[in-house]
């Protein structure tokens, strides 16, 4: 019931007409699964410094030549999105979706970022990593929906099609290689004596990972 929550209410956030809401001008709505490829490559490279990890210049550049249309396209409804939504955002009375916390990231762009966002901490997180810098670990528990199932939920909750295969492969790696970046940049902070959480060295090692 909660993963099928989640689900319902990030559809919900983004159902909103942002026009009625007086959002049109909340943030730039084209190519915002592009340009977040450039924000999370400019930031892991400054942070890391000269030697960045191969694995994440391989998955930067595999990001550049691979976006579908709708990453790189000014898309016809601008959408709100979350920018940082996942269980640990979302704040449940019983089984039911009563708030959602932290929307500093909020701004228009692809919906299916923010899906595949949710999808990477729930389904992807490295084994015994945790899917947030300082969470704990997740395991889906049981009975919870798949991956599959839980996409197809949300699709069918907005009346949208189901993203094809290679670009729900490309929103993952989008997720993944922005989860790394930030963890990346704890990690270097940390070597820098300045981070602000106790296990920065643990959390930053975890880059690689993602």
């Known amino acids: 019931a909660i993963y099928a929550e989640l689900a319902r209410c990030l559809a919900a956030v983004h159902a909103v007409d942002v026009a009625k809401a007086g959002l049109l001008d909340f943030g730039r709505a084209d190519a915002y699964?592009?340009?977040?490829?450039?924000?999370?490559?400019?930031q892991y490279l400054a942070?890391?410094?000269?030697?960045?990890?191969?694995e994440m210049v391989r998955l930067g550049d595999w990001l550049e030549r691979n976006a579908p249309p709708?990453?790189?396209?000014?898309?016809?409804r601008p959408t709100l999105i979350h920018g940082d939504y996942r269980l640990d955002n979302v704040i449940f009375g019983g089984d039911a979706?009563?708030?959602?916390?932290?929307?500093?990231?909020?701004?228009?762009g692809?919906?299916?970022?923010?899906?595949?966002?949710?999808?990477?901490?729930?389904y992807h997180a490295p084994p015994g990593e945790a899917p947030?810098?300082?969470?704990?670990?997740?395991?889906?528990?049981?009975?919870?929906?798949?991956?599959?199932?839980?996409?197809?939920?949300?699709?069918?909750?907005?009346?949208?099609?189901l993203p094809d295969a290679r670009a729900w492969a490309y929103y993952l790696a989008l997720a993944c290689y922005r989860m790394a970046a930030i963890v990346a940049g704890?990690?270097?902070?940390?070597?820098?004596?300045?981070?602000s959480a106790a296990n920065a060295e643990l959390v930053g090692a975890a880059a690689q990972a993602f």
Request: charged share 25%; net charge positive; glycine share 6%.
């Open 97 to 108: 979706a009563r708030a959602v916390l932290d929307w500093e990231l909020s701004t228009l």
């Open 47 to 54: 942070d890391w410094g000269e030697q960045p990890m191969a």
């Open 33 to 42: 699964s592009a340009r977040q490829v450039a924000r999370w490559k400019r």
């Open 70 to 76: 709708a990453a790189t396209t000014k898309p016809e």
């Open 186 to 195: 704890v990690h270097a902070r940390a070597k820098r004596g300045n981070a």
């Open 132 to 161: 947030t810098p300082g969470a704990p670990p997740l395991a889906p528990p049981e009975g919870a929906p798949d991956e599959q199932a839980l996409v197809a939920l949300y699709c069918r909750m907005r009346g949208v099609r």
């Open 110 to 122: 692809d919906p299916m970022a923010d899906l595949a966002y949710l999808c990477m901490t729930l």
